[in-house]
């Protein structure tokens, strides 16, 4: 398409670019402009003095990020968290639309797609306030199966061998049901011919899974990879803050939960822009790298 038919297309559907404007506006202004207070992390920032009054210091505090043992401790457990995440949560959203669309009975079905849905319009504060009286060994609806175990006086919230199973199973109850509307969207764009070929070929619903549903999603599978691998140095901060406690310093601080402390509490706002600026370069790079192979294999790609 030439230039002046694309002038020409844009100006035929000008009303339509129109209503681009207001997102176009909110992202400028909450996501681009902020980007301008990054460079604090070159500078000894002072309240008083400002952004512009603060001394520069170059990669003073990028040399002390990396000279820091407490910031390579945090970043071993986002990165372990997120592995985990990525383990044993990413398929379940998969399993879910799968199960669900081989519902035939309507009710049921969409009575079992709101209630897993719910979960994802709960606050941290009211889920993990759940999961710590359900995982109480005294009072916990599962003190029975504790008992057996032998964990009566195992408070797994306050356990360091457990903490990040905690919040990877919480996060899983909270957002398999809401990350499962995606891979049911791309189920029911998948040509049912595929489905009758498939059955005329003697196929059952398993096979018919394994040959047609799960190649006809692999696309969308691919591209949700490819921007967990983005976020893999990124936690839900308010997910973290709920569940942490002193106990569980060492395997439950996490990159963002160590900005927020040492940023608001400390007032170490340089120090803390320079963690985030790392933190949003590394991330860029795994989207590259992620992005590269995906288009390597033939599979979706961000650009």
Do not use: C
């Amino acid at each position: 398409m030439s230039k002046r038919s694309r002038l020409r297309a844009a100006l035929r559907d000008y009303d339509l670019y129109l209503l681009l404007l207001p997102g176009l506006a909110a992202l400028l202004i909450f996501k681009y402009v902020p980007m301008f207070g990054a460079i604090i992390a070159f500078k000894d920032y002072r309240l008083g003095e400002g952004i512009w009054g603060s001394p520069w210091v170059g990669w003073q505090n990028f040399e002390a990020l990396l000279h820091d043992d407490k910031f390579y401790q945090v970043l071993r457990n986002t990165v372990l968290i997120n592995l985990y995440k990525l383990i044993f949560q990413f398929p379940l959203p998969i399993l879910l639309a799968l199960m669900i669309s081989e519902v035939r009975n309507v009710a049921f079905k969409r009575a079992a797609q709101t209630i897993t849905y719910l979960p994802h319009f709960l606050s941290w504060v009211i889920i993990s306030t759940i999961f710590i009286n359900l995982l109480s060994p005294q009072t916990g609806i599962l003190k029975d199966l504790f008992d057996l175990l032998g964990m009566q006086d195992t408070m797994m919230i306050a356990d360091e061998r457990f903490f990040r199973s905690v919040l990877v199973m919480s996060a899983a109850w909270k957002e398999t049901g809401w990350s499962s509307i995606i891979y049911l969207s791309a189920i029911l764009s998948i040509d049912t011919q595929q489905y009758e070929a498939a059955r005329m070929d003697g196929a059952g619903r398993f096979r018919q899974i394994w040959h047609v549903t799960l190649p006809g999603i692999r696309s969308v599978i691919f591209f949700v990879v490819i921007l967990r691998v983005g976020s893999a140095l990124g936690n839900d901060v308010e997910q973290v803050l709920m569940f942490y406690n002193p106990l569980v310093a060492g395997v439950g601080e996490v990159i963002g939960t160590f900005v927020y402390r040492m940023g608001l509490g400390n007032l170490q706002y340089s120090y803390t822009t320079a963690i985030g600026l790392f933190q949003s370069v590394v991330g860029m790079g795994l989207i590259f790298t992620a992005n590269y192979f995906s288009k390597k294999y033939g599979e979706r790609s961000l650009w």
